[in-house]
Nanobody, 114 residues
């Protein structure tokens, strides 16, 4: 059974940093692209970043230069480093994987506020 468990969210001031983690199980983690999405209050799901099985990265324009996606295949864990946070980054963050169908976890809340 595919399971994804996000963690690392919290309350941070504008300009601050956080590192999100996504612990994966139930599939061969190293073989799949992994993606971070986010959903702000009252808004739709927004793609944030993807890392392929080969390590290629892509980012939404809104986070490029501030967020860094990475993966540790030995630990079956996906990361998202969030730097220079803005109030508009406030959202629930989810990691997702497509293994015959889409799976995602319960999410981790990031709140950027002074």
């Amino acid at each position: 059974e595919v399971q994804l468990v996000e963690s690392g969210g919290g309350l941070v001031q504008p300009g601050g940093s956080l590192r999100l983690s996504c612990a994966a199980s139930g599939f061969t983690f190293s073989s799949y692209a992994m993606t971070w999405f986010r959903q702000a209050p009252g808004k739709g799901l927004e793609w944030v970043s993807t890392i392929t099985s080969g390590g290629s990265r892509d980012y939404a324009e809104s986070v490029k230069g501030r967020f860094t996606i990475s993966r540790d295949n030995a630990k079956n864990t996906l990361y998202l480093q969030l730097n220079s946070l803005k109030t508009e980054d406030t959202a629930m963050y989810y990691c997702k994987v497509l293994v015959q169908q889409w799976y995602w976890g319960q999410g981790t809340q990031v709140t950027v506020s002074s």
